[in-house]
T-cell receptor
Framework: EAGVAQSPRYKIIEKRQSVAFWCNPI?????LYWYQQILGQGPKLLIQ????????DSQLPKDRFSAERLKGVDSTLKIQPAKLEDSAVYLC??????????????FGAGTRLSVL | AQSVSQHNHHVILSEAASLELGCNYS??????LFWYVQYPGQHLQLLLK??????LVKGIKGFEAEFIKSKFSFNLRKPSVQWSDTAEYFC??????????????FGTGTLLAVQP
């Protein structure tokens, strides 16, 4: 089966600019996650969707980050305006159903964002 | 807050050496435990997992891990490493507290370099 698709792979922007990332999960996966991985750290969950509803966005900086999954399939994550500390790899993951804790999360290749 | 500690940030081994990477977590209840691996230029992929039952679990490519509940540990082992095991290894936990989210809580990762 096809894996989790993300684009773009790399993005370089200046601070205060806006940027958007796109994710297409594995077909049939109800749960979609966005993680942020800062250099030297492990990934940290930003937001989790179950179909098109938000399950957990407690660590999403809502003053500048937003995410949507309108039709319960693809998702976009936006940063506006970007700060230097937003430089990181943004990982998208998906799993069958979050209600089963044994569901495995499958990760995409990530988008590497550099904010100058 | 729950956390995951990986004690070794960088490990350098020669081929055929034995490997053990430490992982400890801070949650006192039931947990699901994972080791993910990221090979150079590739996405995060699951190496092995523990949900319940036999505390010694086997994963792909000859890796195994042992869950020791009393020590809150889930150490990764391989008796004889190969050059192709060069990668970054992440320990991750899903605390099972009946909440809505099943987010992975990651350690900071261990970079393993295997010298031929």
């Amino acid at each position: 089966e096809a894996g989790v698709a993300q684009s773009p792979r790399y993005k370089i922007i200046e601070k205060r600019q806006s940027v958007a990332f796109w994710c297409n999960p594995i077909s049939g996966h109800a749960t979609l996650y966005w993680y942020q991985q800062i250099l030297g750290q492990g990934p940290k969950l930003l937001i989790q969707f179950q179909n098109n509803g938000v399950v957990d966005d407690s660590q999403l900086p809502k003053d500048r980050f937003s995410a949507e999954r309108l039709k319960g399939v693809d998702s976009t994550l936006k940063i506006q305006p970007a700060k230097l500390e937003d430089s990181a790899v943004y990982l998208c993951a998906s799993s069958h159903d979050r209600r089963n804790l044994k569901n495995i999360q499958y990760f995409g290749a990530g988008t590497r964002l550099s904010v100058l | 807050a729950q956390s995951v500690s990986q004690h070794n940030h960088h490990v350098i081994l020669s081929e055929a050496a034995s490997l053990e990477l430490g992982c400890n977590y801070s949650y006192g209840g039931t947990v699901n435990l994972f080791w993910y691996v990221q090979y150079p230029g590739q996405h995060l992929q699951l190496l092995l997992k523990y949900f319940s039952g036999d505390p010694l679990v086997k994963g792909i490519k000859g890796f195994e891990a042992e869950f020791i509940k009393s020590k809150f540990s889930f150490n990764l082992r391989k008796p004889s490493v190969q050059w192709s095991d060069t990668a970054e290894y992440f320990c991750a936990v899903i605390p099972n507290y009946g909440g809505a989210t099943n987010k992975l809580i990651f350690g900071t990762g261990t970079l393993l370099a295997v010298q031929p």
